[in-house]
């Protein structure tokens, strides 16, 4: 580690936050519906999809139009997918996805998660990737934060079923945040070198008398959204890695920023909305602090290099190089990892598959804690709430009070939904991870033997589950057995998450806002900070110690002892 | 129901998926076409690959970039990949310790795979390693080779993102350019690294 | 009956429980608490297996005692529950014997007492009649409808001096089981055979009607789901080592488990509620549920009464104001004089108050001396003593019987006293007025800092008083309280608890007139008197014993501090999976990875003895902190922030450390003696 990287890394951190400060006000705005001078046109676009803003939907109904939705858009993904070969823009005269391939991706798009078990620039024509996948960006996206919107609003109102109207916060999150801020992004990508085009490649004569064939495409708005929505799906199959996805350190440091300033916005969002803008600061605490744990570990580990490497005459100066592209360096690499994982996103500028084993368990715990720091859009926020309940009824238990949190009442009906939800990532990862390390089928997919081989699979369905996309690669995903079973894990870990989340908010709503009092537990200060951070370690990480114990840990000694697989 | 979910759908889809990107391309291409484009470098017309795109060298006359391991040939861009091997992979320890040779602090970034398997530099260090090997392919004076690489070192971004490095095309243009100069009788110093 | 606790471990009670403690095996009843539920399942199924082991003729020795120590696990959890319910057994014995089998003269027709015919009390319904004489037992709860008889309610209150109970007014009240000690009285039974306060009181000590809290009901949520989560990663655990290339038995899985799941808190948690209503029974208030115990925790608001419960009540001495040209001490000495022959209380208070302020003995009344009564016409009391006549007075009817003016500025003073709500006494020697005496209500002395002390807990005090506001405005500031209802009438209370209830908040008060009966049942905590009508006993969810109204702060710390036991425990629980795992995951993988021995950082012996030395501390831990749970933990009045910092370092960092030592001590001791 040099004092010039945490220097880069506090300044990228740095930047995510002031910026998260005008984007967190925006959202709030967004969920107000005050739209300002754009609400004459916003307008316009809900009548016209026949959406009346004002009517709002309690939570069954919020939820029903979500899945209906994204059951809609799975469709839709699917037959582009499967149809890709006859479809316009397909300069490349690729063929359809095949239908294993075509079912996990869809749902893999839908559900925020961006799993790729495919090569875009080998697989995916211009039109899958724009009319396709780049749109289900947009909205999975967009639903994520319009859950996020329901959950704020239970908080803050009392004695009320309505959670807002699902389709005028999609329409409106899509519109005014997602829409400018991507094309934004989009032009700042593109001046600095990623490409935008419809041409499918060009052809090179290298200097060595060779061939050379680079493909393109339309890169650059389609990777703006990939981070802007926490989404992760590559529109190359090395994802931010590739020169023309992450063409610099600039480059990677814009989408660093991008895909943490959402979801760290929505705590302030939150703050705002529930009228004590202290408790969305704490909420952002955490996740910064985690972040910031996570980098450090990251940074570390992978700064340090392969002792079996260095013991082979590798220099240590550079760290552990293998997978990594020269122009990141460590420390953007640590911290681009660490959010990208901690945020659910999924893109990747180092392959974690080749990370020393307790730099790859840092990113694969961080999502195994719930994806909550910061998670997805959206996706973070209510899933951190999830925390900060059960933290809250802990707490409350602890100094003689029926637990509230923001005064509403912690009662056994939050509590068995809350458990209901924490309980879905670890029944999906450690049971479907298990199943597959004992199933040849599922073995024959594994790269590596050993205890990396475990941490490859372990690491594929937490990452589904956790819809967060990124991977040990070394997995070969494309698999019937591994796109089916992980596009079961994306479902559930999505939607069976929500269906108990949106409960809670429908269940909240309708409580009374209890006064705070000189008894009520402050959840704003470093007590409670620290107290979530403690509930989130234990009810989200502590199941995890025996799968990590064997994957990661043991590869730990293993490399230490000098052994290889 | 339905009307809602429909035209939000189909409108987006439009909107997000056609209109927008198309809209967005058009404009790239008229004001950074370069950018846009896949940033290009012709020699006397011709595409001799991008930027941003490493190239396999092999030849002992050229820089080389770092170990690809893309599928059909190092640095096919057709399929980005890495080597995905993990630390305590047996497979990849016997490839570095070929990488090595048996030298000593060989620079990692020589050693290992790239990430994209299309990784366009190298670090200083490599390329300065390099320059006794190129110098005795190409016939030149090592002192006129390091200058080459000396003047191909790229700064950290704004001087702190990233890391200090070599871009291996580049540099072996103007390794080309320079060789050529040598030829012709030229001596005219150094020509400058293309950026 | 006893005020005292039985000894927290009374041998009879122990002897009772340990009994209990295998009757409670019973899965049917278990699995009301899955986590200890699914430690029982897990002990079966070891037990199987050690019992195979054996009839295979392989080693079995350390099956066993990892079964065994799965048993003794669900047997302290089950024994802990038995210990507390042991201690409200005992008194329910008591109350039992209290009860017997009583013989009621009924009386068909109560304008007619002459017609009476014997029924047991088991089978009177409400609404009928029961003619009782003295020294007869009180066959059901009731209300008496015609006499008056003192009543000893000792059986019900363990207060041994007799009450009056009345017909009509705010003592008409008698409770089944009491004895009437003088006259007779008819009775009018209100409460149907089985369903009488007694017949709650036992169920309630005994925790036979025990129902869940809402509180507990939650936390046993939270434990469920933690139970499931590990036994996933328990489970899931066999794929993870079969890849591995190692498979653990499942003896080693079943133990990993079971310290793995919070059995702590599952094994305490019901001896906790109990423990909670049975520190509320001895200290003489009865919960209708363990509902009402628990929202006394969450109380925002305390509605207290002024008289009786901030004040005294009854009018004291407060100081003496002296007229021009007397002194302090003068007026003292003729007041005392005057007051010598008073015996009210007012008049003892006058001697108590010179003595102390001043330190005036009263002086031996000497020969000669003629006390002058008072008299509802002359308003004025004294004495005359051979050195002069010594009169007390109000001031109007003494200034008026002396036909002199009071002097104009002592008329202040004494208008001062009137203005805050105090009552000004005149006193005069040989016809000249001296001073005054200010009797005023005094505030319970102490009361002001158990208000402070509220407030620091969160808890706003409001005074319900029937005084004008002025008087009420300074009293509320002497106490110390946060509000007041001045000239309150009945309905006044009862919108106040409304509006308070309406913005989120939870309202106690205490009451034991009728009128107070629609407050107490509107009030989340309702907590009437045992003296007052049954109105009241009926609307409010606690009854106070000692008819003590203070008593609703000790109630709501009682219930503060059993949702603080919960908590606490919980916490210590959950916090002590580190070093389990720190001890068992080494233990397990260590032969195929053998780095990982590096994870065992207490230095175990032997993955067997980890194993153990795990389950064992394990299934010790519920024992050792039974006392606590019964106890329940420490209370201190802080604010929320500084109690939550407090609790976290003892019970989360301390349930960090803790199993560290404990684990490793009983590692060294399996050690010893060979069996690791």
């Known amino acids: 580690m040099t004092i010039i990287g945490w220097v880069q890394i506090a300044l990228v951190l740095g930047c995510a936050l002031l910026l998260a400060v005008p984007v967190g006000q925006w959202l709030a705005a967004l969920a107000n519906g005050r739209l300002g001078a754009l609400a004459g046109v916003d307008n316009a676009v809900l009548r016209a999809a026949g959406v009346d803003p004002a009517r709002g939907q309690g939570w069954q109904a919020y939820l029903m139009a979500m899945l209906a939705f994204h059951a809609a858009g799975f469709v839709l993904l699917y037959a582009m997918l499967r149809l890709q070969g006859v479809l316009p823009l397909n300069p490349q005269g690729f063929d359809g996805i095949p239908p294993y391939l075509a079912f996990n991706t869809a749902v893999s798009f839908i559900t925020n998660t961006n799993w790729q078990a495919y090569s875009g620039e080998a697989a995916m024509s211009h039109f899958s990737q724009m009319a396709g996948l780049a749109v289900q960006n947009f909205l999975s996206a967009a639903s994520g934060i319009a859950l996020a919107f329901a959950v704020i609003r239970a908080f803050a109102a009392g004695g009320v079923k309505q959670l807002g109207n699902f389709w005028a916060d999609i329409s409106r999150v899509t519109l005014w945040l997602l829409l400018p801020g991507a094309i934004i992004a989009g032009f700042l990508f593109i001046a600095m070198g990623v490409p935008q085009t419809l041409e499918a490649s060009a052809t090179a004569t290298t200097l060595g008398g060779a061939e050379q064939v680079i493909p393109f495409g339309p890169v650059a708005f389609q990777l703006a959204i990939k981070h802007f929505g926490t989404n992760g799906g590559g529109f190359f199959g090395v994802n931010s890695l590739h020169p023309f996805e992450g063409p610099s350190a600039l480059a990677t440091s814009l989408q660093i920023i991008l895909q943490v300033v959402i979801p760290f916005g929505l705590c302030l969002t939150f703050g705002r909305i529930v009228g004590d803008r202290r408790q969305g600061v704490a909420l952002l605490a955490v996740m910064v602090g985690f972040v910031l744990v996570a980098t450090l570990g990251i940074y570390a580990a992978e700064a340090g290099g392969n002792p079996l490497h260095i013991a082979a005459g590798v220099s240590p100066l550079q760290g552990n190089m293998e997978g990594k592209d020269l122009r990141f360096g460590q420390a953007l690499a640590a911290l681009f990892t660490a959010t990208t994982t901690g945020a659910s996103c999924g893109a990747v500028n180092a392959m974690i598959d080749s990370f020393t084993p307790l730099g790859g368990m840092v990113p694969l715990f961080l999502i195994q804690l719930g994806e909550v720091l910061p998670g997805g859009v959206g996706s973070g926020l209510y899933g951190i709430l999830i925390f900060a309940l059960l933290a809250v009824f802990v707490a409350g238990l602890m100094v003689g009070r029926t637990p509230e949190y923001l005064g509403k009442k912690v009662q056994a009906r939050e509590v068995k939904l809350a458990m209901l939800a924490v309980l879905v990532l670890p029944a999906v990862i450690l049971g479907l991870t298990a199943t597959s390390l004992v199933l040849p089928v599922a073995i024959a997919s594994l790269q590596d033997a050993g205890p990396h081989g475990l941490s490859e699979m372990l690491y594929a369905y937490t990452s589904a589950a956790g819809n967060n996309g990124s991977a040990f690669g070394g997995l070969t995903a494309d698999t019937p057995w591994l796109n089916v079973t992980l596009a079961i894990a994306m479902v559930l870990g999505r939607f069976a998450f929500v269906i108990p989340v949106l409960a809670i908010a429908g269940s909240l709503a309708a409580k009374p806002r209890t006064p705070e009092g000189p008894g009520t537990l402050p959840t704003h200060g470093p007590l409670f900070i620290g107290l979530l951070a403690g509930v989130i370690l234990i009810l989200g990480g502590l199941q995890y110690l025996p799968s990590l114990a064997l994957g990661p840990i043991a590869e730990h000694v293993s490399m230490i002892a000098g052994t290889t697989f | 129901m339905l009307r809602p979910l429909l035209s939000l759908l189909l409108g987006f889809t439009l909107l997000l998926g056609v209109a927008v990107p198309l809209g967005m391309t058009f404009v790239a291409g008229a004001v950074m076409p370069g950018q846009a484009g896949g940033s290009l470098i012709r020699r006397d017309g011709q595409v001799v690959g991008s930027a941003l795109i490493g190239q396999n060298f092999s030849d002992d006359r050229f820089f080389q970039g770092r170990p690809s391991a893309t599928s059909a040939a190092p640095y096919d861009a057709t399929s980005s990949a890495a080597s995905q091997l993990g630390p305590t992979s047996a497979a990849l320890l016997t490839a570095v310790t070929e990488r090595v040779a048996g030298g000593r602090d060989v620079p990692a970034d020589a050693a290992t795979a790239s990430g994209s398997g299309l990784d366009p530099h190298i670090s200083p260090e490599n390329a300065r390693a390099q320059v006794p090997r190129v110098a005795t392919a190409r016939s030149l004076p090592p002192a006129r080779v390091l200058a080459l690489v000396e003047q191909a070192v790229e700064g950290r971004e704004l001087g702190l993102f990233g890391e200090p490095r070599v871009n291996v095309l580049r540099l072996n243009l103007a390794l080309e350019v320079q060789s050529q100069a040598v030829a012709q009788g030229t001596p005219g110093g150094a020509a400058p690294v293309p950026r | ?676």
């Open chain 3, 1 to 676: 009956m006893q005020t005292s606790a039985p000894a927290l471990f009374d041998s009879a009670i122990i002897r009772q429980a340990s009994l209990d403690a295998v009757k409670k095996l019973n899965p049917a009843r278990l699995i009301r608490n899955p986590v200890i539920f699914t430690t029982e399942i897990v002990s079966i199924l070891v037990t199987l297996l050690a019992i195979r082991a054996a009839g295979a003729g392989e080693p079995y020795g350390f099956q066993l005692g990892v079964a065994a120590w799965l048993w003794m696990t669900v047997l302290f959890a089950t024994f802990a529950e038995a210990v507390a319910e042991g201690r409200g057994k005992a008194r329910a014995a008591s109350l039992r014997a209290s009860r017997g089998d009583t013989m009621a003269r009924w009386v068909p027709n109560p304008d007619d007492l002459a017609i009476v015919a014997p029924r047991a009390a088991a089978e009177l319904k409400r609404g009928d009649h029961v003619l009782v004489e003295a020294g007869e037992i009180i066959p059901s709860d009731g209300e008496v409808v015609q006499g008056i008889a003192s009543v000893n309610e000792s059986a019900v209150t363990g207060e041994s001096a007799p009450v009056i109970r009345e017909a009509g007014g705010d003592r008409s009240a008698v409770t089944g089981g009491t004895l009437v000690v003088s006259d007779r009285i008819v009775v009018r039974i209100t409460a149907e055979a089985g369903g009488t306060f007694l017949d709650r009181m036992i169920a309630m000590v005994e925790g036979a009607s025990r129902q869940k809290t809402p509180n507990e009901i939650a936390l046993d949520i939270l434990l469920a789901g933690m139970t499931i989560i590990f036994l996933i990663a328990v489970v899931t655990l066999v794929g993870f080592a079969s890849y591995s290339g190692s498979a653990p038995s499942v003896v080693v899985l079943a133990a990993l488990l079971v310290t793995l799941i919070p059995t702590t808190i599952g094994g305490l948690l019901s001896a906790i509620g109990i423990a909670g209503m049975d520190r509320l029974v001895r200290f003489n208030v009865l919960a209708t549920s363990g509902r009402a115990v628990e929202a006394a925790g969450d109380v925002d608001v305390l509605l207290l009464d002024k008289t009786g419960t901030i004040t005294f009540g009854n009018r004291q001495a407060a100081a003496f104001i002296a007229a021009p040209g007397v002194t302090e001490a003068e007026i003292a000495e003729a007041a005392v004089i005057a007051s010598l022959a008073d015996t009210t209380p007012e008049g003892r208070s006058i001697l108590s108050f010179a003595k102390e302020k001043y330190g005036i003995d009263a002086p031996v009344m000497p020969a000669g001396a003629r006390p002058v009564p008072f008299t509802a016409q002359t308003r004025i009391s004294g004495m005359d003593m051979p050195d002069g006549a010594y009169r007390k007075g109000a001031v109007d009817s003494l200034a008026a019987s002396l036909g002199q003016p009071v002097p104009t500025e002592l008329a202040a003073g004494i208008d001062r006293i009137a203005r805050t709500g105090a009552t000004p006494l005149a006193v005069a020697r040989d016809g000249r007025i001296l001073g005054a005496i200010e009797l005023k209500d005094i505030v319970k002395p102490g009361i002001r800092e158990r208000f402070v002390e509220l407030r620091r807990m969160g808890i706003r005090t409001v005074m319900v008083t029937g005084d004008n506001r002025l008087t009420a405005a300074a009293i509320a500031a002497e106490a110390g309280v946060d509000d007041f209802i001045a000239e309150a009438k009945p309905q006044d209370k009862l919108d106040y608890i409304r509006k308070q209830q309406n913005e989120g908040r939870l309202v106690a008060m205490a009451g034991d007139g009728t009128n107070d009966a629609p407050a107490l049942a509107q009030a989340d905590v309702g907590l009437a008197m045992q003296t007052g009508t049954q109105a009241a006993r009926e609307a409010g969810n606690m009854v106070d014993l000692d008819s003590d109204p203070t008593k609703l702060i000790e109630v709501v710390a009682i219930g503060k501090q059993l949702l603080i036991t919960r908590g606490a425990l919980t916490t210590f629980s959950i916090a002590n999976d580190v070093a389990k795992y720190f001890a068992i995951l080494p233990a397990i993988f260590v032969t195929q990875y053998p780095g990982l021995a590096a994870l065992n950082v207490m230095g175990l012996t032997s993955p067997q003895s980890a194993i153990l030395s795990a389950v064992i501390f394990n299934a010790l831990i519920i024992v050792a902190l039974v006392p606590l749970a019964l106890r329940g933990v420490g209370y201190a009045s802080l604010g929320a922030a500084a109690l939550l910092r407090r609790n976290l370092l003892i019970y989360g960092v301390g349930g960090l450390l803790a199993p560290f030592v404990g684990i490793k001590i009983i590692d060294i001791i399996l050690t010893l003696i060979g069996v690791a």
